[in-house]
């Protein structure tokens, strides 16, 4: 898919990993539709990028809300050939804390949100990616999730977080395969430790301990970096059903 056709909606795409992807292809001469549940970044976030872009302030959860705001962006895109599943929450907390054991609401609330809501938004745009006219290969969409590769090696205080991720990586391969018929390519990126707003409010000592811990090269992920894994899904039509680890070789520990 060439990226100046590129008509996306990205979830969680007013901060984050997610701006990053809307900032490159906005800057290739794509249109992008921002999901996101803070109105005042969401604005901002469109204001900054231009006529390209446009917010939509969406609880990735909610069934009706969702179809209704990928609707909206098609109907104001012109179209719709991209899902980017940005919006996560982190959902920290032990099985059993000090406090007693994790309750049910903490668990079910970040699968909720990572994995149900990513979910919800790539099955409403593949509903209205499927009617699209089929370009080379036949391909009508692409639909991208963001895992992490805490999916892989969750650690203590990461149970429901890394079910969340894990659930994603899970039902890449199924969701491609079944999608396969209407030309629409679904994979995943599982990003390691990247420079996130959440890593800005930590100490620099903190920071420069999650550098040190990742083998090469030893800093964080920078947003533009996990931008680029998207443009060359994007740009690869042989890429599908796939998981892609973007990390610098890092395996996290227990701790």
Same mark, same amino acid.
């Given at each position: ?11 969680? *795409? ?8 809307a ?5 290739? *001469? ?19 990028? *231009? ?6 302030? !969406? ?12 609707? =909206? =962006? ?15 929450? /982190? ?14 609401? %903490? ?6 949100? %990572? /994995?149900?809501?990513?979910? %919800?938004?790539?099955?409403? $745009?593949?509903?209205?990616?499927? !009617? ?8 009508? $969409? ?19 977080y ?13 969701? =491609? #395969?079944?999608?396969?018929?209407? $030309? ?6 599982? +990003?390691?430790?990247?420079? !996130? +707003? ?19 090269p030893?800093?964080?992920?920078? +947003? ?8 060359f899904i994007? $740009?690869? #039509?042989?890429?599908?059903?796939e ?7 890092? #395996? /996290?520990?227990?701790?």
């Amino acid at each position: 898919m060439q990226l100046n056709q590129v008509k996306a909606i990205i979830t969680g *795409g007013a901060s984050g990993l997610g701006h990053a992807v809307a900032q490159m292809l906005v800057t290739k *001469g794509g249109q992008v539709a921002l999901f996101d549940v803070n109105d005042e970044k969401g604005v901002a976030a469109a204001a900054e990028l *231009g006529a390209a872009a446009h917010f939509f302030r !969406t609880d990735v959860t909610s069934e009706d809300g969702v179809a209704t705001n990928v609707a =909206a =962006a098609h109907s104001t895109m012109g179209g719709l050939n991209m899902v980017m599943n940005c919006a996560g929450i /982190l959902g920290a907390g032990r099985v059993l804390g000090k406090q007693g054991p994790m309750a049910l609401a %903490n668990f079910t609330g970040t699968v909720t949100v %990572n /994995l149900i809501g990513s979910f %919800n938004v790539a099955k409403a $745009g593949a509903a209205l990616m499927q !009617t699209n006219a089929p370009g080379e290969d036949g391909e009508r $969409g692409v639909i991208v999730n963001t895992a992490s590769v805490a999916a892989y090696e969750g650690q203590v205080g990461q149970a429901a977080y890394s079910a969340s991720k894990g659930g994603i990586v899970g039902m890449t391969l199924p969701m =491609a #395969r079944e999608l396969a018929r209407f $030309g629409i390519r679904v994979a995943t990126i599982a +990003p390691g430790i990247f420079w !996130t +707003p959440m890593v800005d409010g930590m100490s620099p000592e903190i920071q420069a301990s999650l550098g040190a811990s990742i083998p090469f090269p030893s800093r964080l992920g920078k +947003p533009e970096e996990f931008a680029s894994t998207v443009a060359f899904i994007l $740009g690869n #039509r042989y890429l599908n059903g796939e998981t892609i680890r973007l990390d610098g070789a890092v #395996r /996290l520990q227990p701790r």
